[in-house]
């Protein structure tokens, strides 16, 4: 494709070439033709019937050399636009397929690289490192076995049974202890409950000493008692 470029690229420019003689050749024809008719107005007017002729025949042939150099400038324009379009139209195919191409080789350079880790990948293995997870889980289940089976033999000497036992003597001690002490609060309370208050009743002279726990039983005399005059000692 590029080598199609070149060659038409050069093609182009032998065309365009071509039209620019051609053109360059068509106006220094024109330009004769006016200085022909210019003289030939002179000649007529200065009645120069010989050179009248004369630049007739000149005339006459660069009106026909220009109407052929008008045709064949027509041409080359008309060629040389085509050889431009065709060799735009080719730059651009050319741009395209760079474009394609660039995009093509940078897939293929992910895809190199994918594959690349993808063989890294599957290079690894990881068989290893659970092995090695396996041996840490089955070593802390074994500690905890032996943390346990030590605990539970600790349970099962003499010596912490011995130790439980004081344990459990100390607990009837002091329950007993506890006991003792609630006991002799309560015949503390019963010993103040039973304390007498002396009350003088005067009765034919005497006095009668009521003890507190006979206070329901002689609660009518004392009622009776109580609307006569009566007096407390100290």
Do not use: C
Request: net charge positive.
């Amino acid at each position: 494709m590029v080598e199609k470029y070149t060659r038409l690229r050069s093609a182009t420019a032998a065309i365009i070439k071509r039209r620019e003689d051609i053109d360059e050749r068509y106006k220094q024809a024109t330009r004769e033709l006016a200085q022909t008719e210019a003289e030939l107005q002179t000649a007529v007017e200065t009645a120069q019937d010989d050179l009248a002729v004369v630049l007739i025949q000149k005339k006459n042939g660069l009106t026909t050399e220009l109407t052929d150099m008008k045709t064949e400038l027509e041409t080359a324009n008309k060629d040389a636009e085509s050889a431009k379009s065709s060799l735009l139209s080719v730059q651009s195919e050319i741009k395209k397929l760079k474009a394609e191409r660039d995009t093509m080789l940078a897939k293929f350079q992910s895809a190199q690289a994918r594959m690349k880790i993808q063989q890294q990948l599957d290079g690894l293995s990881v068989d290893a490192e659970v092995v090695a997870l396996d041996k840490v889980r089955e070593h802390i289940k074994t500690t905890i076995a032996e943390a346990n089976l030590g605990k539970e033999l600790a349970d099962t000497s003499l010596d912490s049974r011995l130790a439980a036992l004081r344990g459990q003597v100390g607990d009837v001690q002091a329950k007993q202890q506890l006991a003792d002490l609630k006991a002799k609060h309560a015949a503390q309370q019963a010993s103040q409950g039973q304390k007498t208050i002396v009350r003088v009743v005067r009765r034919s002279d005497r006095f009668k000493l009521l003890p507190i726990s006979a206070r329901s039983s002689a609660a009518r005399p004392w009622a009776r008692a109580a609307r006569r005059p009566t007096r407390e000692e100290p």
